[in-house]
Nanobody
């Protein structure tokens, strides 16, 4: 059984920072890649940033230069450092990963439960 658990969301003023964490647990053989998505009320879920096991990254244009994704493979944890936050960054943030199960050898896509980020103006 694989689980993704996000944490680190909260309420912050515009210009502030938050650091989100996504811990992947369970019978894990490998994790690749991992992405952070967000969904604001009334909008579609969108990719914010993603990172491969080797550390290659990709960012949405709206967050380039403000957000940084990183991962600690030893701890099966992925981080999203969010700086210079704007009210339009307000959304529920979700972690998503392709995980190969250690026992079955099969790879499945998993989502976390989400963490709310609210940026006040």
């Amino acid at each position: 059984q694989v689980q993704l658990v996000e944490s680190g969301g909260g309420l912050v003023q515009a210009g502030g920072s938050l650091r989100l964490s996504c811990v992947v647990s369970g019978t894990i053989f490998s994790i690749n890649p991992v992405g952070w998505y967000r969904q604001a009320p009334g909008k579609q879920r969108e990719l914010v940033a993603e990172i491969t096991k080797r550390g290659s990254t990709n960012y949405a244009d709206s967050v380039k230069g403000r957000f940084t994704i990183s991962r600690d493979n030893a701890e099966n944890t992925v981080y999203l450092q969010m700086d210079s936050l704007k009210p339009e960054d307000t959304a529920a943030y979700y972690c998503n990963a392709d995980v190969t199960d250690f026992i079955s050898g099969s790879t499945f896509n998993y989502w976390g439960q989400g963490t709310q980020v609210t940026v006040s103006s």
